[in-house]
């Protein structure tokens, strides 16, 4: 069965300054994903993810572009469609929950309107089977008493009420994909928690699948099937959940791991040392080669291709290459990385 | 709800506290107020007299407390040239100053909102740029100049409208633009403005992420949004038409408020200029008090965060 | 506690932008000044400063000699030597154009002087003591917001009673409520930074850290608000004028110029009217761009204003 979606070599660069300045936001980045199943993509503020979810529904800042690869959604490809044919994906086949709920919801619509819109617009729905729908949809999310809560506006809503609107607008045009671009960072822990499980909860229901977005790793070790992990705009490793927990092969990782706090433990926290790279300044060869503890003189010099370590599992690191024990085999690591690829 | 309505209502109090004893202060420091009611070379007896009928020879804060008295009871003194009360010539020359000030609102709403909607939507294009210097101009050109300029082209030179006067929507046109024209350069800016913050919001996101239609985000969506403080300030625009047209009242002799006040000035009917003045700072603080509150029922956010 | 003030008086000089970060900032744009706005304040300027020289005429007397409302050099009837016509007493327009640039740019900036003030001192004020200071500055605000600011001019006007440096007190009184309210919410939020703080705790006085820290930080806005001020305090002054309680006759005004011309409107004496309007427009168009460049320059945060 084809992948649902499949990422191949997406480039989007901002261009600022009147073009004197590119920041290659995303550069080569390529996954897939299957139905019903779950990607995180970690990674610190400034490594582009938010880019490669605006990439994928079509609503990128005006100074943003696709410049190379493509997008794959159920065999069409996203980066060469209109504006006016990506409007009809968006909502109805992909879906987005934004990282501010509480800004999200428009004060001035009651909220069912806004969870009958993407329904309304999309399938068509009129009348008292839209009425009906948004009721299920509350339902759904644990609105309780929707009939009457749906007449009311965001403003006499909780934090955590008004982001379980926002996923049921999420579901509201029948998504078969949905993009979660940091849903909880503004909600209290155990709200959290309760909006985590539901969304799997519903997507166990409709099988929808789920790109969770996040630099919290605890979250995805709760909600997904598989990880990628970003930086500077490219993927540095990518692997089922329980691989990369294990055993992490990219240093990035590992650090990344290493910072997440553990129940009970008593092990102190590994900060990363150093500031995520200006985008438009990269250093050359490996990216984070400048914040890397176990750097290699050729990771300076070089930069690491994709090597596949097992499996789905990849890494961009000269460490994970092949015969990678030897201090300075660039040339050579390189072929097996294209090889692997 | 009931506490935010006592203090609105406190502080507009205040206002008007205030406003009163500024309107007091001014005239009793700038001068004996019976010089400018006596006639030129009256004697001193007259003066007296003058004094005792107006009160003036009582101590400031007796003065000032029945001032205050009578203002809040609706008094607001007799014109001397009319000898008529103050608050009844003004509301005589009300409707007039209302139809003027409608009519102006309507020609600001015509330019300002639509040339504001399309700039911020068009952010940075030749109609964004049109929209700026048409901003521009509405701050930089008098409105009693452009109604003098109108006056020439379109009465002395093509004889098409008539130069002043009241009756006929062509007596209304060109005092209307005249007055409308810095208000829809500020309405345009603020729509504009209004719009572009509405537009950078998470909930336009949202509804761009739930698919709509281009025209149903931005009319409907962001449109609604951005609206609401353009509406305040065209209510508030609304009551300073109607009290501040002076200049485009004389030069259209418009039988408004504005021209009650420059006959004042010239009549030096003082009780008549501090009456309108008051009326005016009254009118004006109950109007935004009652937007205020208007607020509060329409959008409960506004009492909570105040 | 010596060492303590030692060590916040450090901290202090490294952390406060104060006075020469002022004249850092200003030094750096000075370079790249906007051009057209220059170009029509630079000449009006020169125009008001050299009137003597320039005016080719007196403004206030008549022409020997010469016909009232004779129209400018290229029309029918001109008087060769009244370049733009002169009015219903035989006046030169040109010398009185030149000097009402004076009247208009003396009251303009003056007024705005005034204005800025009176606005930024209250508003330093009311921000940075805050509790009751505050409360009375703020409700005087607001009651002198409540009038619209050209009723309440005329008001003031006709007590007053008119006279060039009246005008200005008066157009000054009106007009410094909106400095007030930005400069108190700046220095809201000034009080919340570092650098003010720990002066505080390092035992300055309430005068000595508004000189030092607040004052400059504040300036650039105050900056901004003056140079969109002086658009309108100039619209201001002439419609004060107009009405006959501004700048008084026989001194030309740009307002009451347009009042003289006002009754020549009807048979198409538009000399007299267009002349004068023009000037008002050029020089407002002017300051509005200054203001405009200023604001993007000094403070992004401004620009709705």
Same mark, same amino acid.
Not at chain 1, 220 to 236: E, N, P, S
């Given at each position: 069965?084809?992948?649902?979606?499949?990422?191949?070599?997406?480039?989007?660069?901002?261009?600022?300054?009147?073009?004197?300045?590119?920041?290659?936001?995303?550069?080569?980045?390529?996954?897939?994903?299957?139905?019903?199943?779950?990607?995180?993509?970690?990674?610190?503020?400034?490594?582009?993810?938010?880019?490669?979810?605006?990439?994928?529904?079509?609503?990128?800042?005006?100074?943003?572009?696709?410049?190379?690869?493509?997008?794959?959604?159920?065999?069409?490809?996203?980066?060469?469609?209109?504006?006016?044919?990506?409007?009809?994906?968006?909502?109805?086949?992909?879906?987005?929950?934004?990282?501010?709920?509480?800004?999200?919801?428009?004060?001035?619509?009651?909220?069912?309107?806004?969870?009958?819109?993407?329904?309304?617009?999309?399938?068509?729905?009129?009348?008292?089977?839209?009425?009906?729908?948004?009721?299920?949809? %509350?339902?759904?999310?644990?609105?309780?008493?929707?009939?009457?809560?749906?007449?009311?506006?965001?403003?006499?809503?909780?934090?955590?009420?008004?982001?379980?609107?926002?996923?049921?607008?999420? %579901?509201?045009?029948?998504?078969?994909?949905?993009?979660?671009?940091?849903?909880?960072?503004?909600?209290?822990?155990?709200?959290?928690?309760?909006?985590?499980?539901?969304?799997?909860? %519903?997507?166990?229901?409709?099988?929808?699948?789920?790109?969770?977005?996040?630099?919290?790793?605890?979250?995805?070790?709760?909600?997904?099937?598989?990880?990628?992990?970003?930086?500077?705009?490219?993927?540095?490793?990518?692997?089922?959940?329980?691989?990369?927990?294990?055993?992490?092969?990219?240093?990035?990782?590992?650090?990344?791991?290493?910072?997440?706090?553990?129940?009970?433990?008593?092990?102190?926290?590994?900060?990363?040392?150093?500031?995520?790279?200006?985008?438009?300044?990269?250093?050359?060869?490996?990216?984070?080669?400048?914040?890397?503890?176990?750097?290699?003189?050729?990771?300076?010099?070089?930069?690491?291709?994709?090597?596949?370590?097992?499996?789905?599992?990849?890494?961009?690191?000269?460490?994970?290459?092949?015969?990678?024990?030897?201090?300075?085999?660039?040339?050579?690591?390189?072929?097996?990385?294209?090889?692997?690829? | 709800?009931?506490?935010?309505?006592?203090?609105?209502?406190?502080?507009?109090?205040?206002?008007?506290?205030?406003?009163?004893?500024?309107?007091?202060?001014?005239?009793?420091?700038?001068?004996?107020?019976?010089?400018?009611?006596?006639?030129?070379?009256?004697?001193?007896?007259?003066?007296?007299?003058?004094?005792?009928?107006?009160?003036?020879?009582?101590?400031?804060?007796?003065?000032?407390?029945?001032?205050?008295?009578?203002?809040?009871?609706?008094?607001?003194?007799?014109?001397?040239?009319?000898?008529?009360?103050?608050?009844?010539?003004?509301?005589?020359?009300?409707?007039?100053?209302?139809?003027?000030?409608?009519?102006?609102?309507?020609?600001?709403?015509?330019?300002?909102?639509?040339?504001?909607?399309?700039?911020?939507?068009?952010?940075?294009?030749?109609?964004?740029?049109?929209?700026?210097?048409?901003?521009?101009?509405?701050?930089?050109?008098?409105?009693?100049?452009?109604?003098?300029?109108?006056?020439?082209?379109?009465?002395?030179?093509?004889?098409?409208?008539?130069?002043?006067?009241?009756?006929?929507?062509?007596?209304?046109?060109?005092?209307?633009?005249?007055?409308?024209?810095?208000?829809?350069?500020?309405?345009?800016?603020?729509?504009?403005?209004?719009?572009?913050?509405?537009?950078?919001?998470?909930?336009?996101?949202?509804?761009?992420?739930?698919?709509?239609?281009?025209?149903?985000?931005?009319?409907?969506?962001?449109?609604?949004?951005?609206?609401?403080?353009?509406?305040?300030?065209?209510?508030?625009?609304?009551?300073?038409?109607?009290?501040?047209?002076?200049?485009?009242?004389?030069?259209?002799?418009?039988?408004?408020?504005?021209?009650?006040?420059?006959?004042?000035?010239?009549?030096?009917?003082?009780?008549?200029?501090?009456?309108?003045?008051?009326?005016?700072?009254?009118?004006?603080?109950?109007?935004?008090?009652?937007?205020?509150?208007?607020?509060?029922?329409?959008?409960?956010?506004?009492?909570?965060?105040? | 506690?010596?060492?303590?003030?030692?060590?916040?008086?450090?901290?202090?000089?490294?952390?406060?932008?104060?006075?020469?970060?002022?004249?850092?900032?200003?030094?750096?744009?000075?370079?790249?000044?906007?051009?057209?706005?220059?170009?029509?304040?630079?000449?009006?300027?020169?125009?008001?400063?050299?009137?003597?020289?320039?005016?080719?005429?007196?403004?206030?007397?008549?022409?020997?000699?010469?016909?009232?409302?004779?129209?400018?050099?290229?029309?029918?009837?001109?008087?060769?030597?009244?370049?733009?016509?002169?009015?219903?007493?035989?006046?030169?327009?040109?010398?009185?154009?030149?000097?009402?640039?004076?009247?208009?740019?003396?009251?303009?900036?003056?007024?705005?002087?005034?204005?800025?003030?009176?606005?930024?001192?209250?508003?330093?004020?009311?921000?940075?003591?805050?509790?009751?200071?505050?409360?009375?500055?703020?409700?005087?605000?607001?009651?002198?917001?409540?009038?619209?600011?050209?009723?309440?001019?005329?008001?003031?006007?006709?007590?007053?009673?008119?006279?060039?440096?009246?005008?200005?007190?008066?157009?000054?009184?009106?007009?410094?409520?909106?400095?007030?309210?930005?400069?108190?919410?700046?220095?809201?939020?000034?009080?919340?930074?570092?650098?003010?703080?720990?002066?505080?705790?390092?035992?300055?006085?309430?005068?000595?850290?508004?000189?030092?820290?607040?004052?400059?930080?504040?300036?650039?806005?105050?900056?901004?608000?003056?140079?969109?001020?002086?658009?309108?305090?100039?619209?201001?002054?002439?419609?004060?004028?107009?009405?006959?309680?501004?700048?008084?006759?026989?001194?030309?005004?740009?307002?009451?110029?347009?009042?003289?011309?006002?009754?020549?409107?009807?048979?198409?004496?538009?000399?007299?009217?267009?002349?004068?309007?023009?000037?008002?427009?050029?020089?407002?168009?002017?300051?509005?761009?200054?203001?405009?460049?200023?604001?993007?320059?000094?403070?992004?945060?401004?620009?709705?204003?």
């Amino acid at each position: 069965m084809a992948p649902l979606l499949e990422v191949r070599d997406l480039q989007t660069h901002y261009v600022t300054f009147g073009g004197t300045r590119v920041v290659k936001a995303v550069e080569g980045l390529s996954f897939t994903l299957r139905e019903g199943e779950t990607l995180g993509i970690v990674g610190e503020s400034g490594s582009g993810k938010t880019t490669v979810c605006q990439s994928i529904v079509g609503l990128l800042p005006a100074a943003a572009c696709i410049v190379g690869g493509s997008i794959a959604f159920e065999g069409r490809d996203l980066a060469q469609l209109s504006q006016r044919e990506m409007r009809h994906i968006r909502g109805a086949q992909i879906a987005m929950i934004l990282q501010d709920p509480m800004a999200s919801l428009n004060p001035l619509f009651s909220i069912y309107r806004q969870v009958a819109e993407p329904a309304y617009y999309h399938l068509a729905v009129r009348g008292r089977s839209l009425r009906e729908r948004v009721r299920e949809l %509350l339902n759904a999310v644990r609105i309780p008493s929707p009939t009457m809560r749906m007449r009311e506006y965001p403003h006499q809503m909780s934090g955590g009420m008004r982001q379980r609107i926002v996923g049921a607008i999420a %579901l509201a045009g029948g998504p078969k994909l949905i993009i979660a671009d940091e849903p909880t960072t503004n909600l209290d822990v155990t709200i959290q928690a309760q909006y985590l499980d539901l969304l799997k909860e %519903l997507q166990e229901q409709t099988g929808v699948a789920i790109v969770f977005v996040t630099h919290n790793l605890g979250i995805v070790a709760r909600m997904c099937d598989k990880l990628a992990v970003m930086y500077a705009g490219k993927i540095v490793e990518a692997g089922s959940v329980r691989e990369l927990f294990d055993t992490a092969r990219h240093p990035y990782t590992q650090a990344l791991l290493g910072s997440m706090p553990k129940l009970g433990s008593k092990e102190k926290l590994l900060a990363i040392p150093g500031q995520p790279p200006d985008l438009a300044t990269l250093p050359p060869g490996c990216a984070f080669h400048p914040r890397c503890p176990e750097a290699l003189p050729c990771c300076a010099t070089e930069e690491p291709g994709e090597t596949q370590i097992a499996g789905t599992w990849t890494a961009r690191c000269w460490r994970a290459a092949p015969g990678a024990a030897a201090t300075d085999l660039p040339k050579e690591a390189h072929v097996a990385a294209a090889v692997g690829n | 709800m009931a506490r935010f309505i006592i203090r609105r209502t406190l502080y507009a109090l205040v206002t008007l506290l205030i406003l009163s004893l500024t309107i007091f202060m001014v005239i009793r420091l700038t001068g004996d107020p019976v010089t400018l009611l006596a006639e030129p070379g009256a004697h001193a007896e007259d003066l007296d007299r003058i004094r005792a009928e107006w009160g003036l020879d009582r101590s400031w804060p007796v003065q000032y407390l029945t001032f205050a008295k009578n203002v809040f009871t609706g008094d607001l003194g007799k014109s001397f040239n009319y000898d008529m009360p103050v608050s009844t010539l003004y509301f005589q020359r009300l409707p007039n100053s209302l139809e003027l000030a409608l009519a102006a609102t309507l020609i600001s709403f015509l330019i300002g909102i639509p040339a504001g909607l399309i700039s911020a939507v068009k952010v940075n294009s030749v109609w964004d740029n049109t929209g700026k210097v048409i901003a521009l101009f509405g701050l930089a050109v008098p409105g009693f100049w452009l109604g003098l300029v109108m006056i020439l082209v379109f009465s002395v030179w093509l004889g098409w409208l008539p130069t002043s006067g009241q009756g006929s929507w062509q007596h209304l046109i060109m005092p209307a633009v005249a007055l409308g024209w810095y208000f829809a350069a500020s309405l345009l800016r603020l729509t504009r403005s209004s719009m572009l913050e509405v537009l950078r919001s998470e909930y336009i996101k949202l509804a761009r992420l739930k698919g709509l239609p281009g025209y149903v985000v931005i009319a409907v969506h962001a449109f609604k949004n951005a609206l609401i403080p353009v509406l305040t300030l065209a209510g508030v625009n609304l009551v300073v038409m109607i009290n501040a047209a002076v200049i485009i009242e004389v030069i259209f002799a418009w039988p408004g408020i504005g021209r009650l006040l420059y006959e004042g000035i010239f009549q030096r009917d003082f009780p008549l200029v501090q009456g309108v003045v008051m009326e005016a700072g009254i009118m004006i603080v109950v109007i935004n008090l009652t937007i205020d509150i208007l607020y509060a029922y329409i959008d409960p956010r506004i009492r909570l965060t105040r | 506690m010596a060492y303590v003030t030692e060590q916040t008086r450090a901290a202090l000089a490294a952390a406060s932008p104060g006075w020469a970060g002022l004249r850092r900032r200003w030094l750096r744009f000075a370079g790249q000044l906007p051009v057209v706005p220059l170009a029509i304040l630079v000449p009006f300027v020169l125009v008001a400063v050299f009137a003597n020289a320039i005016a080719p005429f007196d403004p206030t007397d008549p022409i020997p000699g010469a016909k009232i409302f004779a129209p400018p050099f290229w029309a029918e009837g001109a008087n060769p030597t009244a370049r733009l016509g002169t009015d219903f007493q035989g006046r030169d327009v040109l010398s009185r154009l030149i000097f009402g640039a004076r009247v208009s740019l003396i009251v303009g900036v003056m007024g705005t002087v005034v204005a800025g003030g009176i606005g930024t001192t209250l508003g330093i004020l009311a921000g940075y003591l805050g509790g009751w200071v505050d409360q009375v500055i703020m409700r005087i605000t607001d009651a002198w917001l409540a009038l619209p600011a050209l009723v309440f001019a005329i008001f003031l006007a006709t007590m007053v009673g008119p006279s060039m440096w009246n005008i200005i007190v008066i157009l000054g009184a009106v007009y410094w409520t909106r400095y007030a309210r930005v400069i108190r919410g700046e220095v809201l939020s000034l009080r919340e930074r570092e650098f003010v703080k720990l002066s505080e705790i390092a035992g300055a006085s309430s005068a000595r850290v508004i000189l030092r820290h607040v004052l400059p930080n504040v300036l650039n806005s105050a900056m901004v608000l003056a140079s969109l001020t002086i658009g309108v305090v100039i619209i201001a002054e002439a419609s004060l004028s107009f009405l006959g309680v501004g700048v008084p006759p026989p001194e030309p005004a740009w307002g009451s110029m347009l009042a003289d011309g006002r009754s020549m409107l009807m048979v198409g004496d538009w000399w007299l009217t267009v002349f004068p309007g023009l000037c008002i427009m050029m020089v407002v168009l002017a300051t509005q761009l200054l203001g405009d460049w200023l604001r993007i320059r000094l403070d992004p945060q401004l620009r709705n204003l």
